[in-house]
């Protein structure tokens, strides 16, 4: 069974940082990798970042280049999303999500359920 599972969300005014973790329940940690995706309010889920197997990151969009990194700690089985220069248009419920070599980004194959972000102007 896989389970993932968010925290770390809240209220934070614009330019603030937020750094959201995701629990990660697999048993070959390595096997997967792990990225975070959001959906604001009346939009599409859209895909932000997420890691791969040769420990580089992809980005979904140039907007969170440069503001938002992913890290892991293996040992934890966690994976941080950590949120820099934060803006309005930032505001989303944000999902980590986890994927085999076998899928894509577009498709992952588990979802977490989801934490809010809320950026003040």
């Known amino acids: 069974q896989v389970q993932l599972v968010e925290s770390g969300g809240g209220l934070v005014q614009a330019g603030g940082s937020l750094r959201l973790s995701c629990a990660v329940s697999i048993r070959t940690f390595s096997s997967y990798a792990v990225g975070w995706f959001r959906q604001a309010p009346g939009k599409e889920r859209e895909f932000v970042a997420g890691?791969?197997?040769?420990?580089?990151?992809?980005y979904g969009s140039d907007s969170v280049k440069g503001r938002f990194t992913i890290s892991n700690d293996n040992a934890k089985k966690m994976v941080y999303l950590q949120m820099n220069s934060l803006k309005p248009e930032d505001t989303a419920v944000y999902y980590c999500a986890a994927r085999t070599p076998s899928s894509t980004w577009s498709r992952p194959n588990y979802w977490g359920q989801g934490t809010q972000v809320t950026v003040s102007s």
């Open positions: 890691g791969n197997w040769n420990g580089g990151t992809t």
